[in-house]
């Protein structure tokens, strides 16, 4: 993944998470300086954070089935146990990342 996807994946993210923090968010922020703006900052935040977290599971998950495959082609016998462990990471590293997508969205909400 380039540069350009992730900023782009990343910018939908905050723009995710600004609409999240309050659907009026456009209106209340030509409107008024304080808390139009305080809800910008917490959207962009929980945007961002959730947004590079994403982003650094993908290829973090991508690496493993890679290596498994690899590592499957060079010893076909140990497809089963190689498989497993394949698994199991992987879904450790989505569990991270699903973690910290929540972390942000709910810092949005609790701060």
């Given at each position: 993944?380039?540069?350009?996807?992730?900023?782009?994946?990343?910018?939908?993210?905050?723009?995710?998470?600004?609409?999240?923090?309050?659907?009026?968010?456009?209106?209340?922020?030509?409107?008024?300086?304080?808390?139009?703006?305080?809800?910008?900052g917490k959207g962009l935040g929980a945007g961002l954070g959730a947004g590079l977290a994403v982003m650094g599971g993908g290829p973090g998950i991508g690496r493993i089935g890679g290596s498994a495959v690899e590592a499957i082609a060079r010893q076909p016998e140990a497809a089963g146990t190689i498989g497993t462990n394949m698994i199991l990471t992987a879904a450790l590293v989505e569990g991270a990342t699903l973690f910290a997508v929540v972390v942000g969205l709910l810092a949005m909400i609790m701060i």
């Amino acid at each position: 993944m380039n540069i350009r996807k992730m900023a782009a994946c990343g910018a939908a993210m905050a723009t995710f998470g600004l609409v999240a923090a309050d659907p009026a968010l456009a209106q209340d922020a030509v409107q008024s300086t304080g808390d139009g703006l305080t809800a910008i900052g917490k959207g962009l935040g929980a945007g961002l954070g959730a947004g590079l977290a994403v982003m650094g599971g993908g290829p973090g998950i991508g690496r493993i089935g890679g290596s498994a495959v690899e590592a499957i082609a060079r010893q076909p016998e140990a497809a089963g146990t190689i498989g497993t462990n394949m698994i199991l990471t992987a879904a450790l590293v989505e569990g991270a990342t699903l973690f910290a997508v929540v972390v942000g969205l709910l810092a949005m909400i609790m701060i």
